[in-house]
């Protein structure tokens, strides 16, 4: 098992920083295009900050390729 110190943000943060919605999110996970959640608990998940700081930055360099 891999102990790691990197955060782990919760679902409103995560939408925050993105800028979509709850419903996009796990559509987008269902396609494969976001980053997969990570179960906390029996009613809790969570994304690391890493992931979603990549995922932004890899649709900033999208858009600005089009």
Excluded: C, H
């Amino acid at each position: 098992m891999t102990v790691t110190s990197e955060k782990i943000l919760r679902l409103a943060t995560v939408k925050d920083r993105t800028g979509i919605s709850r419903s996009m999110i796990y559509l987008l996970m269902s396609k494969g295009q976001f980053p997969n959640k990570v179960s906390l608990g029996a009613r809790a998940v969570g994304w690391y900050e890493s992931q979603i700081s990549d995922w932004i930055e890899g649709r900033a360099n999208l858009s600005q390729k089009a």
